[in-house]
């Protein structure tokens, strides 16, 4: 999560990101909710229900967001993205072994798709580093470099996978 302080003092911390987006998160839920004359509909879910969403809500806006903020804040986003893609791989695991849920050519073809999605449209050359600022030339050594933690980048990239992806088999 690479937001500018509005100081202009640097950058965002994560929980700063997390302290916006979730109570954001929900207060648009229950605005829509409300709005589409949903929300009354709540009282009579079980209390089964009500827990796997609660730990679904939990798992995707608490824990996933924090370590997506993490991991793009360590690495950056365009690199934490393939990686996250894995949350797919792990709510297709637990569809097919708890819901049991089965997996059909159209289904495999379509999972191919969104994975290989985004590698097929990502153009490096656009996203190389500007030669230039406002037509002055830049020289290496002026540029800022971003240095990328791959480790805690990697592995909170990973753990946002976790909770995005068992998030939609709760809600199920």
Same mark, same amino acid.
């Given at each position: ?9 640097? =950058?965002? +911390?994560?929980?700063?990101? /997390? ?11 229950? @605005? ?15 209390? !089964? ?31 934490? %993205? ?5 949350? =797919? ?6 569809? @097919?072994?708890?819901?049991? !849920?089965?997996?059909?050519?159209? &289904? ?19 996203? &190389?580093?500007?030669?230039? @600022?406002?037509?002055?030339?830049? !020289?290496?050594?002026? &540029?800022? =470099?971003?240095?990328?933690?791959? %480790? ?8 946002? +996978? ?9 809600? /199920?």
């Amino acid at each position: 999560y690479h937001a500018t302080a509005p100081s202009g003092g640097g =950058m965002a +911390s994560v929980p700063q990101a /997390r302290a916006i987006t979730v109570p954001l998160g929900v207060l648009n839920f229950l @605005i829509c909710a409300a709005a589409f004359g949903g929300l009354g509909l709540i009282v009579g879910f079980a209390a !089964e229900a009500i827990g796997c969403l609660a730990a679904a809500g939990v798992l995707h806006f608490a824990w996933g967001r924090y370590c997506n903020y993490r991991a793009s804040k360590a690495m950056g986003a365009n690199l934490v %993205a393939p990686v996250q893609q894995s949350n =797919m791989l792990v709510t297709l695991a637990l569809a @097919i072994w708890i819901l049991g !849920e089965h997996l059909t050519l159209l &289904r495999i073809l379509g999972i191919g798709l969104v994975v290989l999605g985004p590698a097929l449209t990502y153009d490096r050359a656009r996203h &190389r580093a500007p030669d230039t @600022i406002a037509g002055a030339p830049i !020289e290496r050594s002026e &540029r800022k =470099m971003f240095q990328p933690n791959y %480790a805690e980048g990697y592995l909170f990239a990973l753990l946002s +996978s976790t909770g995005y992806g068992i998030s939609p088999v709760l809600v /199920r």
